[in-house]
C-alpha cells in the first residue's frame, strides 16, 4: 500500500463500521418498533423509539423543516470537512485520534442519512433512573460522543519524545 495514507485508511474503516451499523440497527427498530413503545432490558436502560426532528438533544426540532434540513446539512458537511482537515495533519503516531475521528465521521454519516431520508433522526437507546431521563440516542451518537472524547483527552497528553504536537484543525503540515 505504497503512498496510501494509512490514516485515511484505517479512519475511512471505523467510519464505515459506525456507519452501517448505525444504520443497521436503526433499520432493525423502524422496522421491529412502533414509535413510543418501549423495550426494558436492565433496570436503568431500555429500548425507546424516538424520531427526532432536531439536532443534538431536539435543538431546533420545532424549526421549520425548510430550515432545518438545509441548515443541518450544512454544518454537517463543513464538520466532515474540518475532520478531514483535522485528521490529514494528525500525526500517525496518534493512533486513537484517527480511530476517534472516522467514529465521529460515521456517527455524522449515519444521522445525516437518516435524516436525509425521512428528515429525522431514529433513537432508541433510552438511559433512566427514576423519573430522570436521558435524551434517546442511537450507535451514531455513541461514535460521535466516544470520539469527541478521545479527541478531547488525547488533546490534553503531552507528545512524546520526537513527536510532533497534537495537530488542531487550523494547523497546517
Not at 444521522?111 to 450507535?139: I, K, Q, T, Y
Amino acid at each position: 500500500m505504497s503512498g496510501v495514507d494509512r490514516r485515511l485508511v484505517r479512519a475511512t474503516l471505523v467510519a464505515l463500521v459506525v456507519f452501517v451499523v448505525d444504520l443497521a440497527t436503526k433499520r432493525i427498530v423502524e422496522g421491529t418498533m412502533t414509535v413510543g413503545q418501549e423495550i426494558p432490558v436492565v433496570p436503568g436502560f431500555g429500548l425507546l423509539y424516538v424520531r427526532n426532528s432536531g439536532a443534538a438533544f431536539g435543538l431546533l426540532s420545532g424549526a421549520p423543516e425548510w430550515l432545518r434540513i438545509p441548515l443541518f446539512l450544512v454544518v454537517t458537511v463543513a464538520a466532515l470537512w474540518l475532520l478531514v482537515s483535522y485528521l490529514r495533519s494528525t500525526p500517525p503516531e496518534r493512533g486513537w485520534v484517527v480511530v476517534a475521528l472516522g467514529g465521529i465521521v460515521g456517527g455524522a454519516l449515519g444521522n445525516l442519512a437518516c435524516r436525509l431520508r425521512s428528515g429525522e433522526v431514529v433513537d432508541f437507546f433510552h438511559l433512566h433512573v427514576g423519573e430522570w431521563s436521558w435524551p434517546m440516542f442511537n450507535v451514531a451518537d455513541i461514535g460521535i460522543t466516544l470520539g469527541v472524547a478521545v479527541v478531547l483527552l488525547e488533546s490534553f497528553r503531552a507528545p512524546a519524545t520526537g513527536e510532533a504536537p497534537a495537530a488542531s484543525p487550523t494547523t497546517r503540515r
